[in-house]
Structure formats: C-alpha cells, structure tokens
C-alpha cells in the first residue's frame, strides 16, 4: 500500500494573510501532528496556516511520497506525476469511475443548466503564485505550470498584492476561440478556455472541481488578445445567497473589484511588458451578460471538439465525449497510456525566495 499525503499550499507569510488567518504557533502545529499521528493521519506541514492542510490516511513511512489519487469531490479525483515545483509536474483528472479524463473537455460545462450554475476547475488557489494551467496542448490536458525560456513562470506580487487575489481556474468545455474578433473588444480570441476569478471566503486546493455562480465578467485585453474574466462565487460558501450580480459584490465587498481591475492591468509589468487594457472603460458587464459570453464560448468549443473548425496545437484528445460528436475520443488505455508516460510523483523541489519579492510602481 502506498502512502498518500498532500503538502500545504506555498504562503508567503505577510501581515494581510495574517490579519485574514489565525496566526498558528508551534505549539498549536505541534498538537496538530501530534492528534493527526493518533488518529493515523500524517499531514506535511510548510506553513504556519493549518487550516489550509490536505490530510490522508497514512499507510506507511516512505523516504518519499508516492502520492495517489487525491479525492476533490464527489465525482472527480486529481492524480499528480513528476516532481512538484518542477518542469516535470503534471496534474491528471479521473472522474466517479476511475477513467482518466481531461479537464478541459470531459468535465461538463454545468452543474445545473437550469439555473446556470457551472464548474469550475481550479488551477490556482487564491494567495500562491505558481503560475498553473490546463495544458491545452498536451494529451488529457493536466494542469501544469506555465514555463518560460525554460523556467517556470511565478506571477509577480505588484504591491499591495500577494499572489493571486481569488481562486483562478477556468470553466471547462469552453474556448476563446482566436479567429473569431470580438465586437466589444474588437480582439480574437486567446485560444484557452474562458477565466474565472472564485471570490469566496475558502482557500480552494490546486485541481479542484467546484459548482460557481457567476455574477459577472471583465473584458481584458491582452497583448490584443480578447481575455475574459469571469467573476462568481463557489455556491457553497456561506455568502453565495446574498451575492448574485455583480452590484453585490461592489456593495458587499468594497473595493475588491477595483482590486481586481489594478491586479490584471499591472501583473505583467514586472515582466518588462505594458499595462493590459479593458474593454468598456475598465467597468465590469453583470451577470446576464457574462452568462452569454460563456454560452458563446462554449459553442466555439462544441465546434472545436467536433472537429468543425482548426484546432491547431491544441490537443483534443478525450474519453468522455461520444465518438459521434467527437472523432478525438480516446480508449480508456490510450488514457492511461498517455499518463504511463510522465514520471512518478516525486519529492518537492525547491520554490525559488524570488517569489517572495514585492514590486512597487506608481499608479498612472
């Protein structure tokens, strides 16, 4: 039997986390490790913030961790190969039957058609910085961190933001397709799947799948790219019911989307690239409105996976949609296949303390 454990997410610990967190001495993680050991659960800790631990039963000790699927939710599980921190890190999805999957087009658009609420699958959790992303390109599409010249990519904290200001993910079966030109942005589209910003009070874990209803949406435009940002909430969280446009959030949560808005426009800075650009002069469209950008975007992916338009270097392979809507539909051993290529899940390496580091410019 292997042994199964998840490390906490990387925080870099500063007073805003602090003020938002229960500040956690060595005593209390102490205790922690101490009822987990007894009750047979064996937590990796490298933070100060327990409330943030993945814990899983302990089968026993191993020089390294061989980590197995990680169960999310009722109906979909994450299994991680390579090293983690590292070029050879991938994420891989398996649904209810143990069938692998890709998360950018197995996973169903909705959770409730009728009452739009959608899932989401999370590539970010809110506070790190590793740059994470559903590989479009790669066979499954596994989330894996985004690389350049070479090096893995860490967003840049632009003062006063810490990492990433909610949980970021995408909503699967969805695509911005880059030959269709926008009429608001007057921009094609990125060639990814649609964005969303989960502005939820929970910490949300690299992977998972949750049900969002969305309040809102941001057009960015990147590098003249058309790049939306969805804006909703996991229906969970304890203040779902009394968030349900984008008015809301101005009035309950002041000050978060201009937040928002001054993170996505200066983000790339750092990076000795320009200030991005918005549609409808910086302002956030309400639900109505975002809920038809997404429906559009899902119909440039229905062609996308049906093989009716130029896929290009993305990787459609799939198990779940039906052969007759879709000729990339792969065995379940070509799945596994595809996944028997990648490393074993291997020891962390080493987050560069460069992530750590503010950048402070002068608002224009």
Same mark, same amino acid.
């Given at each position: 039997m292997q042994t199964s454990t998840h490390t906490f997410p990387h925080f870099w610990h500063f007073p805003l986390l602090s003020s938002i967190f229960p500040i956690a001495s060595e005593a209390i993680i102490g205790k922690v490790r101490m009822r987990c050991a007894l009750s047979g659960y064996l937590p990796t800790l490298q933070t100060s913030f327990p409330s943030a631990a993945i814990l899983r039963p302990r089968a026993?000790?191993? $020089?390294?961790?061989?980590?197995?699927?990680?169960?999310?939710?009722m109906s979909f599980t994450v299994e991680e190969r390579g090293n983690p921190n590292?070029?050879?890190y991938r994420l891989f999805f398996k649904n209810a039957e143990g069938k692998y999957i890709s998360p950018f087009h197995d996973i169903p658009i909705y959770a409730d058609e009728s009452q739009n609420? *959608?899932?989401?699958?999370?590539e970010v959790p809110r506070w790190t910085n590793a740059k994470m992303e559903i590989a479009t390109k790669d066979p499954l599409n596994p989330i894996k961190q985004d690389v350049k010249k070479g090096k893995l990519r860490y967003?840049?904290?632009? *003062?006063?933001h810490k990492g990433y200001i909610w949980n970021y993910g995408a909503i699967p079966q969805t695509w911005e397709d880059p030959a269709h030109k926008d009429g608001d942005t007057d921009c094609c589209g990125d060639n990814d799947p649609i964005d969303v910003c989960e502005i939820g009070s929970k910490v949300c874990s690299r992977g998972e799948v949750i049900t969002v209803k969305v309040l809102g949406i941001l057009a960015m435009i990147d590098e003249g790219e058309t790049d939306w940002k969805v804006i909703a909430i996991n229906v969970e969280d304890p203040e779902a019911n009394n968030l349900n446009n984008i008015s809301d959030v101005q009035r309950l949560k002041p000050g978060y989307l201009e937040s928002t808005v001054d993170?996505?426009? $200066?983000?790339?800075?750092?990076?000795?690239?320009?200030?991005? $650009?918005?549609?409808?002069n910086d302002e956030f469209k309400d639900k109505d409105f975002a809920i038809e950008v997404i429906k559009s975007t899902h119909n440039f992916w229905k062609a996308l996976i049906s093989q009716k338009t130029n896929a290009g270097e993305l990787n459609c392979k799939n198990t779940c949609v039906s052969a007759s809507d879709s000729p990339y539909c792969c065995s379940v051993d070509e799945a596994k296949a595809v996944v028997g290529e990648t490393c074993p899940c291997g020891k962390d390496e080493d987050i560069p303390s460069s992530v750590d580091k503010w950048f402070y410019y002068e608002r224009k």
């Open positions: 026993r000790q191993q $020089r390294l961790r061989q980590r197995t699927s990680l169960k999310l939710n590292s070029l050879s609420i *959608f899932h989401m699958v999370v967003v840049a904290n632009v *003062f006063p993170w996505f426009r $200066r983000y790339k800075v750092p990076d000795g690239k320009p200030e991005n $650009r918005f549609a409808f």
